[in-house]
């Protein structure tokens, strides 16, 4: 197939259209190495399954940084707008996922700095959270166990909730989470050691 690459991207085509605008099964199966090949050739349907592949944990990602749904699509529209327009110069020094995570966070970073922090509000913590019994005083306790959650996150420093939400959420691995941050392994060590220890002080009631 032919293709012309174009900087434009008509973003309808990647995941914030119509459920069919979706690429078809035989792309999505390709490998991220495969699809990145494509897409640096200008294949939009190969860059829709890139998308369709990695945008929604990068929207995930965004909204627990954020707090917001809209911003954290902004975002996330906006990281994949630089990635569309960045995949010719891309080295592949890091992973197709983690370059991605890289720009979302960084969108993200720019965001947040902007604005005050707002509470993380997203089902994925309660995967975090021990198994309660299902019944109306389970379900109450374990609204008030994700709310505080929540706001113990909210109130750790960026990179320090950005790291935990890469590894526990997300589970990058810690030269991944270095590479979106931009910060060494150990840094990112040193920002998860602190982040759980803050936590977990913050929900010992909880224990």
Do not use: C, K, N
Not at 11 to 36: K, N, T
Not at 190 to 206: N, P, T, V
């Amino acid at each position: 197939m032919s293709v012309t690459r174009t900087t434009t991207l008509p973003s309808e085509r990647f995941g914030w259209g119509p459920p069919g605008h979706w690429p078809d099964v035989e792309v999505e199966e390709r490998s991220d190495d495969a699809l990145l090949r494509a897409a640096r050739l200008g294949d939009t349907d190969a860059f829709a399954a890139v998308v369709h592949r990695h945008g929604p944990g990068m929207r995930r990602f965004a909204r627990f940084i954020l707090g917001d749904d809209e911003d954290a699509a902004d975002a996330t529209q906006d990281a994949l707008v630089s990635a569309w327009r960045a995949l010719p110069t891309f080295r592949g020094d890091s992973s197709l996922r983690t370059w991605l995570f890289t720009l979302v966070s960084r969108r993200a970073a720019d965001l947040q700095r902007r604005r005050r922090p707002v509470p993380v509000a997203d089902e994925q913590l309660e995967r975090r959270l021990p198994a309660l019994p299902d019944t109306a005083a389970g379900t109450a306790v374990a609204a008030d166990l994700l709310g505080a959650l929540r706001s113990a996150l909210q109130e750790l420093p960026w990179r320090q909730r950005a790291s935990w939400v890469l590894r526990e959420v997300e589970g990058l691995a810690y030269d991944e989470i270095a590479a979106a941050l931009g910060v060494t392994s150990g840094q990112v060590r040193g920002y998860l050691h602190r982040g759980r220890a803050d936590l977990a002080a913050r929900m010992e009631a909880w224990r």
